[in-house]
């Protein structure tokens, strides 16, 4: 699959497009801590001039990898109920809307297969915040073409041809790759950021790791 990106980040100043000033940001959109990193990163990158590459992968086969049928946060009790109570709260503190889903996790396949499709395309950081909202504050089933459409649409999108796009044999296999790919850089959870070969993994991790992509390389 192709590793170059996405959105440009800034128009404050001069930027230079390397790989050095950039994160990937590996998210599955029914995770719930995605959801608070997919609302925060485009502001936080744009201020520190970071180019961000979009990597939708499935968070389901890395979980079954590892041994777990489920989501550890449904799988353990205590840990779950823990989870919406801190949900909650940096909710609160970033000032983003939550609506704890009817049903956690959310399957997304379709909703993830026009991630992929869309990777590189200038729409996909608004169509990825769409989809999110959609789950963690609208309680929307996003696994429903309908739903997945009502959100291409909204950005004024061919949400028909997107969507038959994005079921071609060819795009079902890279996303399938994209997961594969993530399992063989070790990821077990989401979000997870690379900068460089460095992981950083939850959302609480965005800011260390914009902070060392600044160690890394001056800005331009």
């Known amino acids: 699959m192709n590793d170059a990106t996405t959105s440009s980040v800034s128009s404050a100043g001069p930027f230079v497009n390397t790989a050095a000033r950039a994160i990937e940001f590996w998210f599955d959109f029914g995770s719930n801590y995605s959801y608070l990193s997919m609302m925060r990163i485009e502001a936080l990158a744009r ?10 992968f499935l968070l389901g086969p890395v979980f079954r990898q590892l041994g777990f049928e489920n ?8 840990k779950g109920e823990y989870v919406w109570k801190d949900m909650e709260r940096q909710s609160r503190k970033y000032g983003i809307a939550l609506k704890r889903p009817s049903v956690f996790p959310r399957a997304a396949l379709l909703a993830m297969r026009v991630a992929v499709l869309g990777a590189n395309e200038p729409w996909i950081a608004g169509y990825c ?10 309680d929307r089933d996003i696994g429903s073409a309908d ?4 959100a291409l649409d909204s950005l004024g999108l061919p949400a028909q041809r997107l969507i038959a796009d994005a079921q071609s044999d060819a795009n079902k296999l890279r996303l399938r790759e994209q997961t594969e790919s993530a399992m063989n850089k070790h990821i077990f959870g989401a979000p997870t950021f690379f900068v460089g070969g460095e992981m950083f993994w939850g959302n609480d991790r965005l800011e260390d790791a914009l902070d060392y992509c600044d160690s890394m390389t001056p800005r331009g």
């Open 47 to 56: 201020a520190r001039r970071v180019q961000i590459l979009w990597r939708p």
């Open 71 to 78: 989501s550890p946060f449904v799988l353990q009790k205590e």
């Open 129 to 138: 915040r769409k989809i999110m909202q959609l789950n963690f504050a609208d």
């Open 147 to 150: 739903v997945v459409g009502e």
